[in-house]
């Protein structure tokens, strides 16, 4: 189905599935994690976003269009939720977009298993945490090699306790451009030390923090 988003008198597009947990804001006209999207606004960023974790295009058609993004980069590792990205950002023009399906990791090419259910296809993750019999397969990129020559000026990661894997392997972009970085993780991550000591290498510090339903710190160094 197809859900109508209004905001600043403006009115974006996202088709979906009926009953997605994310859907649950279209279906009544509003962005998913709306504060968090307008405190990134508010930031004024110029430069390349990236969006690790798109998902269908809530977090990424926002930058697009109504952040002062010159590009955004999407990054989706499931085949399903990719198809589904792909329709919004036409749906809504998003004539500033790139977007790549694949696994951010710290390996290249590595086939994996991303395990979900069409209730809650943002929880997609190379880990069962739903004990789910779906799942779709795909390969593992580096975010360094795709991001080589982008000016990045902020990172969002949401890719559910896949976090460690995507950072470890965009250390050269950490540390040339330091962009602001949301990283959707709580302290069961299996990976929290590890993640707490890269960020540290390169300066960066816990600003603050958004429970929008789910936990996403801000870092910045």
Not at 46 to 53: C, W
Not at 65 to 73: D, P, Q, S
Request: charged share 20%.
């Amino acid at each position: 189905m197809k859900s109508t988003v209004s905001y600043e008198n403006k009115e974006y597009f996202f088709h979906h599935l009926e009953n997605d947990l994310i859907a649950k804001s279209w279906k009544i006209g509003i962005f998913y994690e709306l504060p968090l999207l307008e405190w990134i606004k508010n930031k004024n960023l110029f430069g390349t976003y990236v969006d690790v974790g798109s998902h269908q295009g809530n977090h990424l058609i926002y930058f697009s269009k109504v952040c002062n993004a010159e590009k955004v980069i999407g990054v989706e590792g499931s085949p399903y939720n990719f198809s589904f990205l792909e329709v919004n950002v036409e749906l809504n023009d998003c004539d500033n977009v790139v977007l790549h399906n694949v696994i951010a990791s710290n390996e290249f090419d590595v086939d994996t298993k991303l395990y979900y259910n069409e209730q809650n296809t943002g929880n997609t993750s190379k880990f069962n945490f739903e004990a789910s019999t779906s799942f779709v397969s795909n390969t593992t990129d580096i975010l360094d090699d795709l991001l080589k020559n982008e000016k990045v000026s902020l990172m969002k990661f949401d890719i559910q306790d896949m976090e460690w894997f995507a950072l470890d392997g965009c250390r050269n972009t950490l540390e040339e451009h330091l962009p602001i970085l949301f990283i959707e993780w709580n302290d069961s991550n299996a990976h929290t030390k590890k993640i707490t000591h890269l960020l540290t290498s390169f300066g960066y510090k816990h600003t603050n923090t958004f429970n929008v339903p789910s936990c996403i710190r801000v870092y910045e160094a």
